[in-house]
């Protein structure tokens, strides 16, 4: 079975982000819906927080959980750059969530899904 893991870099102060909120969900289409993106059902499957080297203590699908699917991480950017130094107080991160869609299409592989963000812009990429 494979395994699905994620990295948070912060890319404005050159290190980890450690202590961003990340939520895990599975999208499925809805039945009868045909039209893509319609109808979809949200399962959350956990909310958990980065450690020091911006990663999750544990992967955040694995065993039987680790399906073919879609699915989608919501990373908690606004809270986690506005505990930072890097904002001065009177100001708000442009970015609040990052939503990061992505579809498990073998799941015997190991897929990696990493951040790179700044409170200002973002970009992922299919990680090893």
Known sequence: MGWLSTHVLDTAQGCPAAGMALSLWRLEQATGEAEIGAGIKHQHFKTVET????????????????QVGLYEIL??????????QLLLPSEHPFL???????????????YHVPLLVSPWSYSTYRGS
């Open 51 to 66: 450690n020091a080297d911006g990663r999750t203590d544990a992967p955040l699908l694995e065993a039987e959980d680790f």
């Open 75 to 84: 990373f908690e950017v606004g809270p986690y750059f506005a505990k930072t």
């Open 96 to 110: 609040t969530t990052v939503p990061i869609r992505f579809c498990i299409a073998d799941a015997s592989l190991h």
